[in-house]
């Protein structure tokens, strides 16, 4: 199993970016699949965006597309969640996940989980 720490959340204002970490722990980062995943107050946790373990795939929710990247470094067990032009909708604690495929890491349960990071975008 991989351990999971995020960083980089923090407090912006409307239109500003935002770029997360999550470092893994453990030989076996490059096996698989990473994805991130958000909640907001009162909402269920939601699907951001995933990537392959190659990074030669790659998923996004459809509110996030042409905003947020993601991307991976094999080579220094991290993924990271480029995030542009923010909204105060993308407000939320952000999650990341690590999973056997792309096929299951895009579903919220099975799988490895950080401890999450907030992100606060103000209007």
């Known amino acids: 199993q991989v351990q999971l720490v995020e960083s980089g959340g923090g407090l912006v204002q409307t239109g500003e970016s935002l770029s997360l970490s999550c470092q893994a722990s453990?030989?076996?980062?490059?096996?698989?699949?990473m994805g991130w995943f958000r909640q907001a107050p009162g909402n269920q946790r939601e699907f951001v965006a995933a990537i392959s373990w190659n990074g030669g795939s790659t998923q996004y929710t459809d509110s996030v597309k042409g905003r947020f990247t993601i991307s991976r470094d094999n080579a220094k067990n991290t993924v990271y969640l480029q995030m542009n032009s923010l909204k105060p909708e993308d407000t939320a604690v952000y999650y990341c996940?690590?999973?056997?495929?792309?096929?299951?890491?895009?579903?919220?349960?099975?799988?490895?989980w950080g401890q999450g990071t907030q992100v606060t975008v103000s209007s």
């Open positions: 996940k690590a999973s056997i495929s792309m096929v299951t890491v895009v579903r919220d349960d099975f799988g490895s």
């Open positions: 453990g030989r076996t980062f490059s096996s698989y699949a």
